[in-house]
């Protein structure tokens, strides 16, 4: 049974507050408990590779001889306690400014790392595996509006505006039993939990009248990490360097049964680039992807 406050308070039409405390407790997917791990082992190398994978204590940090990947039988789910504050003003039928804060107590965030450890057939062997974080916060703010330009004549009125802005501060403690491979504090570091960006911001132009329904929209993502490696004292993060994307779609309806549509999706096109840092001072492009522009006509016709 797990505990759940809310409250709205609304002191005239325009205005509301919002309140919560909740608690929630979110399970392992069932694939993540496989119990079974795959491992494969290496070719032989033509010529002895003696370099050393700094990452890893020195008994770890030679050429593995097999890498492996599976599941965790023994995680456990994710546990959190919300706190969330909201403030919402309706300044006329079609328009509004909101605002909150919120804060995530966790213990147990999942996600993939890698860990050496020796084994007696395969040899020095390195697996990918799920395992859960230790104790964590989220914590942000979000602020966003909207507004339709209905003080415009005619068909202006159809135009409208959209915005958000989004920060986040997530970080957990780096797991006890992957980070004992290494030389570490006996408490574990504070690492960034993935896929967790700190800034985020979205805007839009829209246009809704006479049939046509179109809109602008630019996103703006900061870097994120996707994976993090602590061991032998060093810091490791694999993430995701800043994205940007602006998108336009419009549909029109010549007719009430037909109606006909264009998008432009990506029309920035810049490059998909992930990297790879060790420590504070060293940090490699790993990944770079041109993911392209495209564009799409469509037709849709109702009996």
């Not at 507004?147 to 986040?168: E, I, M, R, S, W």
Request: proline share 7%; net charge positive.
């Amino acid at each position: 049974m797990l505990p759940n406050f809310s409250m709205r308070i609304r002191p005239d039409t325009k205005l509301q507050l919002r309140l919560g405390i909740t608690k929630t407790r979110t399970k392992p997917e069932f694939g993540a408990l496989n119990p079974a791990i795959t491992i494969t082992q290496r070719a032989p190398a033509a010529t002895l590779d003696t370099s050393c994978d700094l990452r890893f204590p020195v008994a770890l940090c030679g050429r593995p001889d097999s890498f492996g990947s599976g599941g965790n039988p023994n995680l456990v789910p994710l546990t959190s306690t919300n706190y969330d504050a909201t403030v919402e003003y309706y300044f006329s039928r079609a328009s509004s400014v909101t605002a909150s804060v919120f804060y995530r107590d966790l213990f147990g965030f999942i996600s993939n790392y890698t860990r050496r450890y020796i084994d007696p057939v395969y040899g020095l062997t390195e697996v990918t595996s799920p395992q859960n974080a230790g104790a964590g916060r989220i914590k942000g703010v979000e602020v966003g509006g909207q507004t339709f330009f209905d003080f415009l004549p005619g068909a202006l009125k159809g135009f409208g505006v959209q915005a958000n802005v989004t920060y986040v501060d997530g970080k957990n403690r780096y797991p006890l039993a992957t980070a004992a491979n290494g030389t570490v504090p006996e408490l574990p570091p504070f690492v960034p939990i993935p896929f967790v960006s700190k800034w985020t911001y979205n805007a839009a132009l829209f246009y809704e009248r006479n049939g046509i329904s179109s809109r602008l929209s630019f996103n703006h993502r900061d870097p994120y990490v996707t994976g993090n490696l602590y061991n032998n004292g060093i810091y490791i993060g694999e993430g995701v360097k800043s994205i940007e994307r602006l998108d336009f779609s419009i549909s029109w309806n010549p007719i009430k049964e037909l109606t006909l549509t264009l998008d432009a999706t990506n029309l920035i096109a810049r490059p998909f680039r992930s990297y790879i840092t060790y420590g504070a001072d060293r940090t490699y492009i790993r990944d770079v992807r041109d993911e392209g522009r495209y564009f799409g006509l469509g037709t849709r016709f109702r009996f």
